[in-house]
């Protein structure tokens, strides 16, 4: 089972934010976390990232790999 790290969309029409997830690789955007690591609001100025770092490396040291856009969440939340 290949895991990956990506967003989930929540929210109303055109309010959207974003959960930042573990998910089996195979499972559609909405389909069920293996845990959740934290949030991305692109709503608000400046956007709001909010990311369990400890959760994270869990992960990766697991083995599963994030998204492009998860990559540069992680980057930009490391700063």
């Given at each position: 089972?290949?895991?990956?790290?990506?967003?989930?969309r929540?929210?109303?029409?055109?309010r959207a934010?974003?959960?930042?997830?573990?998910?089996?690789?195979?499972?559609r955007r909405e389909?069920r976390?293996?845990d959740y690591?934290?949030y991305y609001?692109?709503?608000?100025?400046?956007?709001?990232?909010?990311?369990?770092?400890?959760?994270?490396?869990?992960?990766?040291?697991?083995?599963?790999?994030p998204?492009?856009?998860?990559?540069?969440?992680?980057?930009?939340?490391?700063?």
């Amino acid at each position: 089972m290949a895991v990956k790290l990506r967003l989930t969309r929540m929210g109303n029409k055109k309010r959207a934010f974003y959960r930042i997830i573990a998910i089996n690789s195979e499972a559609r955007r909405e389909g069920r976390p293996l845990d959740y690591i934290g949030y991305y609001n692109p709503m608000v100025d400046p956007a709001e990232v909010k990311i369990d770092t400890e959760k994270v490396q869990k992960w990766l040291e697991r083995g599963a790999e994030p998204t492009d856009t998860v990559r540069a969440l992680l980057k930009k939340n490391a700063q």
